[in-house]
């Protein structure tokens, strides 16, 4: 297996679509075997308010993961401490 090399840093303006797409498709392959189909598009609609997932996105101030400049997950770090989001692809 080749190594690929891990870059963390602060997520740039621009990056919510992917965010939302890395945060959509991990949610609905991954916990499908824990929640209902009904909690999981609950959870991360089909549809999303893009306006709103920015400011979300702006406030969280999330660093992303990037492998082969792709970005492969995020996480943030609240000012109380506390993580919100913390994703990587599935």
Not at 59 to 77: A, E, K, M, T, W
Request: hydrophobic share 35%; aromatic share 12%.
């Amino acid at each position: 297996m080749k190594n690929r090399k891990i870059h963390i840093r602060q997520y740039k303006a621009g990056e919510e679509a992917q965010l939302w797409a890395l945060f959509y498709h991990t949610i609905h392959q991954v916990n499908t075997q824990d929640y209902t189909e009904i909690q999981i598009n609950a959870w991360a609609p089909k549809q999303v308010d893009m306006e709103s997932w920015i400011t979300k996105t702006q406030g969280r101030s999330p660093f992303v993961c990037l492998s082969n400049q792709q970005i492969v997950g995020y996480s943030d770090l609240q000012p109380s401490g506390n993580i919100d989001h913390f994703l990587c692809h599935y």
